[in-house]
């Protein structure tokens, strides 16, 4: 058994990170507060104050009577969370900074600075999730790997934003809110004393950016790259875009003056051009396949994987949506992943995290979403011969594919 005296904890000015604290403080460790600044927002006029939440963690920390230590990872944050958000949405990617964060900032430089500076047996943080070891590492073993296990909210559960943490660092992490329901959560905040904190509003989204449109902030730090948004169905032009960087997959386009909306379905990175489709619904927008980069498996390779056989298990790429079913090969590459449900804007850039029996296995950053419906339907109706006609007949004859339109058709239809 793991003798834990000294527990370092991370406080962020919020309810989960102050009843952490006190759990921990109520079970008779020494607890240490340590305040992380990851973005520096002197010059921003965004609603994420840090100095704010500097203030609510000291008066937590003074009421519970434990240190707490101020460090600044603005540099970490920009170099290894920042600059990659950037290179992704460049490309067209949609990236995940609160996945990179967690795994190159507070389990990494936090783990450390708690572990050699500050000397602590074990660090906490106010996630909702679990693993094997216990929330207080009262089952931890030392000659055994951690699973990471979703958490009793299954609403609240973040062990989606875990999916890349390493093992040397969860081995020594605690998660005392994993078996709570955040309504708990708020109950012992309210009995203790940490009304405000319990009544406090709960930070969303991204925190560099505050309060301001995100298109807004993200092209003060990319240059404008025009093109037009083009329609999928029959290659005519619907208007102009100023970048990739200020459109995700599934995101309705905003062109003004159509009976019915379209959305953001695929991006040209030779043109710029991004091909938007009708309706929410639209087929293309929708697909069974995943294919992703390298896989990090947060315990070990399952047993179907190393066997080379599938694994059949559960996947989803954003924190909000369920578990969908799937099953999952493992290639020099990285994951294919076959879903059981076609599912609706897959988005290169994100992640591609894998759920078994309630554990998190691991994830992978998703690089292609496969063929969509739209183009299996292509695929199974469109008439190749020696002469190609001006207009391709599918099954749904409201649309047409012009000639100039052929090889986009072609593109889309490949795996």
């Not at 230590?69 to 920009?78: G, I, M, Q, S, T």
């Not at 004393?193 to 406090?200: I, V």
């Not at 509003?201 to 449109?213: A, D, L, T, V, W």
Request: charge should be positive; include cysteine; proline fraction near 3%.
């Amino acid at each position: 058994m793991l003798k834990i005296r000294k527990v370092v904890v991370g406080i962020s000015g919020g309810v989960d990170s102050a009843v952490t604290a006190l759990l921990l403080k109520q079970k008779g460790y020494d607890v240490q507060g340590v305040f992380m600044q990851n973005w520096d927002i002197a010059d921003e006029k965004g609603s994420c104050s840090t100095s704010k939440d500097y203030r609510d963690a000291s008066i937590v920390c003074d009421k519970l009577k434990i240190n707490l230590h101020p460090v600044n990872y603005v540099k970490e944050y920009w170099n290894e969370v920042f600059i990659n958000l950037i290179k992704e949405y460049e490309v067209g990617c949609t990236p995940n900074p609160d996945i990179l964060c967690n795994k190159n900032i507070k389990f990494k430089y936090f783990y450390n600075y708690a572990k050699c500076i500050l000397n602590a047996d074990a660090i906490a943080t106010g996630h909702y999730a679990k693993t094997s070891f216990g929330p207080y590492l009262e089952n931890y073993q030392m000659d055994k790997d951690v699973s990471m296990l979703l958490a009793a909210d299954k609403k609240k559960d973040q062990t989606f934003f875990l999916c890349q943490i390493e093992q040397e660092a969860l081995r020594r992490t605690m998660f005392p809110l994993g078996n709570l329901h955040k309504s708990q959560v708020k109950n012992i905040a309210l009995e203790n004393g940490l009304e405000k904190y319990a009544r406090k509003k709960e930070s969303m989204g991204i925190c560099f950016i505050g309060s301001r449109n995100f298109q807004n902030f993200i092209k003060e730090y990319i240059i404008t790259k025009p093109g037009n948004f083009i329609n999928i169905d029959n290659g005519e032009i619907m208007g102009k875009h100023e970048g990739f960087h200020q459109w995700t997959v599934g995101q309705r386009s905003r062109l003004e003056g159509l009976p019915e909306a379209f959305f953001i379905a695929r991006k040209n990175l030779e043109n710029n051009n991004i091909y938007v489709a009708q309706g929410t619904n639209h087929p293309i927008l929708f697909t069974r396949f995943v294919f992703t980069g390298k896989v990090h498996w947060i315990r070990s390779i399952p047993k179907s994987i190393k066997n080379k056989e599938l694994l059949h298990c559960n996947f989803k790429f954003q924190h909000t949506k369920p578990w969908i079913p799937c099953t999952v090969f493992e290639t020099d590459f990285g994951l294919s992943i076959y879903l059981d449900v076609a599912t609706r804007a897959i988005t290169p850039g994100q992640y591609a995290v894998l759920e078994k029996d309630g554990e998190c296995l691991g994830s992978a950053r998703i690089i292609n979403s496969g063929v969509s419906k739209y183009s299996l339907n292509l695929i199974e109706n469109l008439e190749f011969g020696d002469e190609v006609s001006n207009n391709y007949k599918i099954n749904n004859k409201k649309h047409k594919i012009n000639e100039n339109f052929r090889e986009n058709v072609k593109e889309q239809s490949k795996i």
